[in-house]
């Protein structure tokens, strides 16, 4: 059988077409060498131009066994391999598309509504794997091999990229990309989407104009940080906001942001900067308020020292699949950081700095949705008191306004 009389996917899934589309690379990375070209210097139009215009006479060269159909996918495949991130190029160029998995060279599955499916998709072998990961890695500054096989990034767009190799990664390099939109959602989107409603969203705004110190709180993918972009937007343009992030994803919409991000250790195991070391940095640089992109460690200390000394509307996110959940991660993540006080102590600096609770989950079907509402009253014999404003309810899908009933 030809390639020609190959079904669309087939054709390019098959070992036929990536073997020669290993050669074709080959022959126009050659060809690039010896004319010395810097597609840097060039337009988008003329590197496509120029692939184009090289396969097509490779192919006629060749003699191949391919019509004008496929040869275009030969081009635009040679042009993503060249500039691009290779056979994930249209699935970072697809805004439908959320999250892009690759479990080794064969494996490829995409997140869209929030529900994962495989794709059409293939390398040629985990070198193709890890060439696409060096690609994506060089303009940031970073490396993964051996000697370091997993690495955290993000693209210049705010996408969150992690990449963990072999020997680690047992089945092959494995890649993670975690889209971020283009256009930040909007309060009407939420609506919209059914992820909230008009009542819950003017209370939060109104209490972060108000300046209240609060976390959300959520799973994995549940829409954390999407929705601690939302809250910024409400933050009143006359205030200077820090934000603390390992990788850098919030894109607050506000005048006065000062970013900071952690810094890995390098080769040696030096120069690391940690979140903790930020935060306490920032409480230096006169902020208004402080944002931290997600505690996680030690620096939940220090997020509460700034809620209990005059950052009002500080905002953070943790990881946790409620809210009573959230008060005990808090808990466990002070004694981790070294806290030596008492519990009660430790419950009152948590009441005193932590004001409002707001939780957001995905459900099976991959709709996210507000979940709850809750504001931290005090403390009784001990215990965080909390008092639930706003609950989800499963039957209606919409979430409640329990204001009334606690009043």
């Known amino acids: 059988m030809t390639l020609g009389a190959a079904s669309a996917q087939d054709f390019r899934l098959s070992d036929q077409y990536q073997d020669l589309k290993a050669k074709l690379h080959r022959y126009l990375i ?14 988008s139009e003329r590197v496509e131009r120029f692939v184009t215009d090289q396969v097509r006479r490779y192919v006629v ?33 697809d805004d439908s598309v959320n999250d892009i998995v690759v479990n080794g060279p064969e494996r490829v599955f995409v997140e869209r509504e929030g529900l994962l499916s495989s794709v059409p998709i293939r390398f040629a072998n985990d070198q193709h794997v890890l060439r696409v ?11 993964v091999d051996e000697s370091t096989p997993m690495v955290d990034a993000r693209l210049p767009d705010g996408s969150r990229v992690n990449a963990i ?15 971020f939109r283009k256009q930040a959602l909007t309060a009407d989107d939420l609506i919209n989407l059914g992820s909230a409603t008009r009542e819950v969203l003017d209370f939060l705004a109104d209490r972060v104009a108000q300046r209240t110190n609060l976390i959300v709180l ?40 000062v970013r900071l991000e952690t810094r890995p250790p390098n080769l040696e195991g030096g120069r690391a900067v940690s979140a903790r070391d930020l935060v306490r940095n920032a409480l230096r640089m006169r902020p208004d308020r402080i944002i931290v992109g997600e505690v996680r460690g030690d620096e939940v200390l220090d997020m509460l020292q ?31 950081a070294g806290y030596s006080g008492s519990e009660v102590t430790l419950r009152g600096q948590i009441v005193s700095g932590v004001e409002l609770l707001v939780h957001v989950s995905r459900l099976p079907h991959g709709a996210r949705r507000l979940m709850a509402v809750a504001e931290v009253e005090g403390l009784t014999d001990g215990e965080i ?4 404003l706003f609950n989800y309810d499963a039957a209606s899908d919409r979430i409640v306004d329990l204001r009334g009933e606690a009043a």
């Open 30 to 43: 050659q060809l690039i060498e010896e004319r010395d070209i810097d597609f840097d210097a060039w337009t």
């Open 61 to 93: 060269e060749q003699r191949l066994p391919v019509n004008a159909r496929e040869t275009e996918w030969l081009a635009r495949d040679a042009r993503d391999e060249l500039v691009g991130f290779g056979p994930l190029q249209e699935l970072v160029d």
């Open 133 to 143: 990961i060096q690609r994506i890695l060089a303009p940031l500054g970073r490396r």
């Open 165 to 179: 190799i072999p020997p680690i990664a047992l089945d092959g390099p494995c890649l993670s990309i975690r889209k």
């Open 218 to 257: 959520g799973g994995t993918g549940s829409g954390k940080t999407t929705f601690l972009n939302l809250l910024s937007q409400w933050i009143p343009e006359g205030e200077r906001v820090v934000t603390v992030e390992d990788a850098a994803e919030l894109r607050l919409e506000h005048p006065h942001v």
């Open 306 to 336: 700034a809620m209990n000394t005059g950052h009002d509307g500080s905002m953070t996110t943790i990881h946790a699949n409620g809210i009573d959940d959230a008060i005990h991660r808090l808990e466990m993540l002070a004694g981790f």
């Open 385 to 388: 008191r909390l008092r639930y």
